[in-house]
């Protein structure tokens, strides 16, 4: 199963650039650029990576992120995670970043996307890997601060396919962003939003009514309402799950209680993505490989997984054929 996992192309639709951040490249930036960390290894760093939940992987997700300072620090970031992508088969990626966590730094909006922008189009010239960038708003912080960061991202909208939302998911519902999205909507923007990841079901109904967003990011507590997990299969909303990330936030104990099997038997459109690879023990592969030790997943299953992905991309029509 592993051999057959490897060999298959796949795509990926959700990882935040910020999370593929290695602890030797953090090292690295850390020393060139003078950015204390609180840490003197890699043993030291790997040891911190032992999460409760979402916030306490935030508060270390975010504190890495100051090491980034030049849009060379965002180039090499980004090209450490194509050559990941080249490791794992992924033939296109769809990656989110986060340009609050680093205007707030005093770092330009164009110093981050040029570096991640200019990684990508070195991976279709170098690799023939395609892919999209997806901007997220944090939702811990106002939605005035949002339309902010909305206004920065239109001199690069040839750059950026999509508009997002992350970050602390408890008491930020995806009503608080209502008028931003739909700014971002009648610019053209396509929308996601995580939503279902810690909090209940009922923020996937907001991020599905309020903000109309064409994929969920995570969605996993959407097996708590019937109708909803209904809904879901009419309109083939996709989900874009993220087993590895569930298990390190502790929002299944373990693989085994994992629900992405039920969900798929169900007929959701279900797809398998790896968040922060960098911080969650393993790229997409893994993510895979660690759910078929687990669950009773069959080729079938996997490929089908596969097609969601690419189904579900933001590729235009006329690609997908080429890739499905
Ligand atoms: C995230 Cl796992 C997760 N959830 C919400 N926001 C995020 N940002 C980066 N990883
Ligand atoms: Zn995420």
């Not at 396509?190 to 309020?210: F, M, N, P, T």
């Not at 592969?285 to 579900?312: A, H, P, V, W």
Request: aromatic content about 12%.
């Amino acid at each position: 199963m592993k051999e057959f996992i490897k060999k298959l192309p796949k795509a990926e639709l959700h990882i935040h650039i910020e999370g593929a951040l290695e602890p030797d490249l953090m090292f690295r930036l850390a020393t060139k650029n003078n950015i204390k960390i609180p840490y003197q290894t890699i043993e030291e760093v790997k040891a911190a990576y032992n999460f409760t939940n979402l916030q306490s992987f935030l508060d270390i997700y975010y504190a890495g992120a100051n090491v980034l300072i030049t849009k060379n620090d965002f180039y090499d970031m980004t090209w450490a995670y194509i050559l990941k992508c080249v490791e794992n088969n992924i033939i296109h990626t769809e990656i989110f970043f986060d340009p609050q966590t680093h205007t707030s730094r005093g770092i330009s909006f164009d110093t981050v996307i040029l570096g991640i922008s200019e990684a990508l189009k070195d991976a279709k010239e170098k690799y023939s890997i395609t892919s999209n960038i997806i901007m997220c708003f944090l939702r811990h912080l106002s939605q005035e601060e949002a339309f902010k960061t909305f206004e920065e991202c239109l001199s690069h909208k040839d750059k950026i396919i999509g508009i997002g939302l992350d970050s602390s998911e408890l008491g930020h519902p995806p009503s608080k962003f209502k008028e931003v999205f739909q700014k971002a909507k009648e610019e053209g923007f396509k929308l996601v939003a995580h939503a279902g990841e810690e909090a209940d079901y009922s923020y996937i109904y907001e991020a599905l009514d309020l903000l109309d967003i064409q994929r969920i990011d995570h969605g996993v507590q959407a097996i708590n309402s019937a109708d909803l997990m209904q809904r879901l299969k009419d309109e083939q909303i996709p989900l874009t799950v993220c087993p590895n990330s569930n298990i390190e936030l502790k929002v299944f104990d373990n693989y085994k209680q994992h629900n992405i099997k039920k969900l798929l038997d169900y007929g959701l459109n279900v797809t398998v993505n790896s968040d922060d690879p960098a911080y969650f023990k393993g790229y997409l592969n893994d993510n895979f490989i660690n759910l078929c030790e687990n669950i009773d997943l069959t080729k079938e299953d996997i490929i089908k997984l596969i097609r969601n992905s690419f189904n579900s991309s933001f590729i235009s029509q006329e690609f997908k054929n080429e890739y499905i």
